[in-house]
C-alpha cells in the first residue's frame, strides 16, 4: 500500500515524485522504459528555454533531473509492464504478477509519436526510418530521403538534411503546410527540396533497408514509386491514454481532462504533463503540474 502511485517518468512524473518526497508521502513511480526522462531522449537541440538552465539538449537536462530524483527517497521501478489499471479502486496490476493498491494515482504518460500504419513502417524502423534527422544524420549522407509530415518538426529535418543528401521530398498530407514561415520560405527556396502536397506515402518498400516509398499524389493519377534511401517520418504526437480510456473522461483527441487540481473525473486519480496538456506542452509546463499534483495530494493526505 503506497499514498500515491505515479505512471510515468518523465519531465512530469519526476517532478511529481520528487514533490511527494518532500512533501513526505510514501510514493512508487513506475516507468515503462528502462530509462526515465520520457521526451527529454528526443531533444536534440539545446534547450534554455527552462528557466535557470542552459543543457546541451534534452539528454542533458534528463541528467540533471536524475541527479536530483536520485537523492530523494521515493521508490522507481522502470521497465514495468501494465496489465490494468483500476482507478476508481486505486489498484493497479503489473505483467509481472504483482499488484499495487494506492490512495492516489497519477498519470503522467505522456506523448508517443503518431504512426502512419502502413506496411514497411514497423518493418524498416532503423533500417533505413531514422528517429532523428539531426541524431542519424551521419547515417544518410548522400541519400535520397523523404520526409513525412507538414509542421514544424518535418520542415526542421527536410532543411537539415538538405544540407548533405541529394534530394529531399517532403510529403505531407494538407494543401498547405502548417510549419513556421521561416520553415516553409526555406523549404520552397531550397534547391534540394521538393514539396507534394495534398499526398501520402502509401507503402515503404525494400529488402533489407529501405529503397522506395510508394506515394499517392491528388496532381498524379495513380500511386507511384519514388527511390529513396531513407525516411524521417513527423506527423504529430498522440496521448498515452488507452489504458485509461473507458475510465476518465479524455477529450476527443485522447487527452486527460483536468481541474485546476490537475484531478481527473475520477477522484484522487490526478493527470500531469502533456498527457492532460494539448495546448502547450512543455518542461516547464509538465514539471509545474507534477508540484501542483502532489500539493494537492499532500494537502488532502494530511488533513
Ligand atoms: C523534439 C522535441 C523538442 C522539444 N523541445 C522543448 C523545449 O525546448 N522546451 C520545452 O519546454 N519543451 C520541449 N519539448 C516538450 C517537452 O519535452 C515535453 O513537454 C515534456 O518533456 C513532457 O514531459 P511529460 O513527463 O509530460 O511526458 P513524457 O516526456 O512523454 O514522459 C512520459 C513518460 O511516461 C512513460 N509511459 C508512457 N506510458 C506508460 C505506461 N503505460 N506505464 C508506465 N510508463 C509509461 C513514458 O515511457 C515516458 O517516460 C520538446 C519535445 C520534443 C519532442
Known sequence: MHDVLIIGAGAAGLSAA????????????LEANDEVGGQLA?????????????????????????????????????GVQIESVDLKAKRISLQSGEKLQSIAVVIATGLRRRKLGIPGEAEFAGRGIIESGKRDRDELIGKDVCVI??????????????????????????????????????????????VFPESNVRRILGNDRVEAVEIERAAAIKPFQMAVQGVVIRIGFEPNTDFVREQLN?????????D????????????????????????????????????????????
Open 42 to 78: 528526443w531533444i536534440h537541440n539545446r534547450v534554455d528555454n527552462y528557466l535557470g538552465v542552459h543543457a546541451e539538449n534534452g539528454q542533458q537536462l534528463r541528467e540533471l533531473f536524475t541527479k536530483e530524483t536520485a537523492a530523494c527517497d521515493f521508490d522507481l521501478w522502470t
Open 250 to 258: 479524455l477529450d476527443d483527441r485522447g487527452y486527460v481532462i483536468v
Open 149 to 194: 509530415g507538414g509542421g514544424d518538426a518535418a520542415a526542421e529535418n527536410a532543411l537539415l538534411l538538405a544540407d548533405d543528401c541529394p534530394t529531399v521530398t517532403l510529403v505531407h498530407r494538407g494543401r498547405k503546410l502548417h510549419a513556421r514561415r521561416e520553415f516553409t520560405e526555406q523549404l520552397h527556396t531550397h534547391h534540394c527540396i521538393t
Open 18 to 29: 520528487r514533490w511527494c518526497d518532500e512533501l513526505g508521502l510514501d510514493t512508487l513511480l
Open 260 to 303: 485546476s487540481r490537475q484531478e481527473t473525473s475520477v477522484e484522487n486519480v490526478f493527470a500531469i504533463g502533456d498527457v492532460s496538456n494539448p495546448l502547450a506542452p512543455t518542461i516547464a509546463g509538465a514539471v509545474g503540474a507534477g508540484a501542483t499534483a502532489a500539493k494537492v495530494i499532500a494537502a488532502r493526505l494530511t488533513r
